[in-house]
């Protein structure tokens, strides 16, 4: 049966699928496959589930900026490798050596991210994301990035899937994408959500999945030209935001039992932060605009990244306690670290408190996206 080998993307942004028919058998079928289309010595640099390789002709052909485009969106944003001529994607090595087949999923996937709008023009954000599985068995959290290509706006996308099982992580990984096009297409954060929440009783038919999986969600959208950056989110995702005077802020409110209860002057249980009130599916979409010369640097997360260093309890937290952690880490590092300490400072501190507390670690899935916008 013939299988997706490898997805290519040219220069010109023409895309190709490449079947194993094409291919002798075995792993020299498949070197020799790359080395015709991309000459020798090519690179193959591992990303996630996948693998981009690419010629090393740098005075050859032009710059292929799809593939540049592809390779940020794969990674959660930021700069992508100098890529020239064709690009090429397949699936990771395993222990025999090939290279596993990509699904139609995946197809899609890696189409729709070479379809986006070239990757970073002059003044453009500086963009890093960063996630760690914790100590849960499957990393079920999502980001995107993606700019519309005629409207020239930005979307920014963090999403945490309810549940640890594969059909909420492949629900999250298309989910994420999906809400940062629209976002960027419409401008509206909060339209992206609710176009996206009309789509979900037809998600299950589409996806072939055995149960019904649905995620929180928090979005940003912001163009040069605009006055204000415009959030919306359904849960207890979060955004923040640092000033360019370092004033840091929370820009979301949660969508839980826990914020219900502490905006009403009630005792807040231990683990009321995991009833949910809100999420794609269903209940309250929050909705803010900022004006835009507040905004140094934006934080998507998910409770993950946050929960167990919102606190503080640092030499170097800023005062104020609750919610300042995260906008002490964005003033003490540049955007490109920020988002791989928080993650990493979260998991373990979740994992020290959980062994403190009840003698047994536990870390969540956690991911940050940041963004630094250009300076006015």
Known sequence: MNQTFAFAVDPDGAQDEIGTALLAPGVDGQQAMLHRNLGPGYSSLPLGPYVVHSGNRPFEEEVNRYGQQLWSGLAGGGRAPFFRGTVI???RRGPDGLYSTLNPKEVRRLAGGAESTLWLPSGGPVIAGAQLQGLRKIQCDALAVHRDRMSGVWAFVVCDGVGDTADVAEFTRDIAPELARRAAATGSAGDAIRMVRAQMPHWLARSGEGTDPTSTAVVATWHPDWQEVDV???????AYLLSPSG??????ADHNMAQMKRSRGI???RWDHNL???????????????????????????DGSYAQVEDGGRSNALPGGVDRYPCTVLDLYPAKSAAEVLVRDAVEASRAKSLAVDGEERADNATALVVALPPL
């Open 276 to 302: 949910l009130l809100s999420e794609l599916g269903y209940g309250e979409i929050g909705e803010r605009s900022v004006h835009r010369d507040g905004v140094g640097v934006l934080l998507l997360c998910t």
């Open 247 to 252: 004033r840091g802020e929370l820009l979301t």
């Open 232 to 238: 919306a989110w359904v849960g207890d995702s979060r």
């Open 267 to 269: 005792p807040v249980d």
């Open 89 to 91: 994607v397949t699936g």
